[in-house]
């Protein structure tokens, strides 16, 4: 199947929120690792679901920024992305938890509990707000990039478009493809400044929520 043939349904955010607390409640009452194996299996088909149609919608909006459909789409999963990342985390933090740790280790591996690990430190249910708006800001940023269309003799060309002219052999023509991109950015230096201002003060604000002093301190921690 080609990727425009693959079908498309919204994830619907509740729908996905009864999903999880049903798995997180058969977890709670597994009387075995077995059970609970049986159960994250369950798990892993869900979330490839839900993975799969919010990929599907990313990428197809990324293709053309233009399709008011998956434009709706992907400001849809700005908004509800870090609502379904809370219920990833409490699913997680039953799982690693759990009193049959033992088993699940040898059934899943090792690494997979460090890196559960690991994301308790870089996310809070606190964090939702500002995750949304940096997801919107990302997004807004993505859309800034992709209204380029540089005339280049007589064609309309987006900034991947221009990726030959840039790399070419010939000297001159390097030049000017540098000369028509950098013009493009320079007509955008305002936008660019405010998008970039407001992501550092939210992520720096996220990193705040979670006890450290920067985002970087953030990112070295996990």
């Not at 990324?62 to 992907?74: S, V």
């Not at 998008?195 to 070295?220: C, I, M, S």
Request: one cysteine or more.
């Amino acid at each position: 199947m080609k990727f425009h043939e693959m079908p498309y349904e919204r994830v619907q955010l509740p729908d996905v929120t009864h999903a999880y607390e049903e798995l997180i409640k058969e977890l709670q009452e597994a009387k075995s690792g077995e059970e609970q194996f049986a159960v994250h299996q369950r798990y892993y088909e869900m979330r490839g679901h839900v993975t799969t149609q919010m990929t599907i919608a990313n990428i197809r909006h990324d293709i053309d920024m233009t399709d008011a459909f998956y434009e709706k789409e992907q400001e849809y999963y700005d908004e509800i992305g870090p609502e379904i990342q809370n219920l990833e985390q409490k699913y997680r933090k039953c799982l690693y938890e759990s009193p049959y740790r033992t088993y699940l280790e040898e059934k899943i591996g090792p690494v997979a509990f460090k890196n559960m690990e690991i994301s308790f430190r870089s996310f809070d249910e606190k964090l939702i707000p500002l995750m949304q708006e940096e997801n919107a800001l990302v997004t807004e940023y993505e859309k800034l990039l992709a209204s380029a269309k540089l005339d280049w003799e007589g064609k309309l060309l987006n900034l991947s478009m221009m990726t030959p002219y840039l790399n070419h052999e010939d000297r001159e023509i390097r030049k000017k493809a540098a000369a028509k991109v950098n013009a493009f950015y320079e007509g955008i230096a305002d936008q660019l400044d405010e998008l970039y201002d407001k992501l550092v003060k939210n992520r720096t604000a996220q990193a705040k929520k979670l006890g450290f002093e920067t985002y970087t301190d953030l990112a070295t921690a996990v």
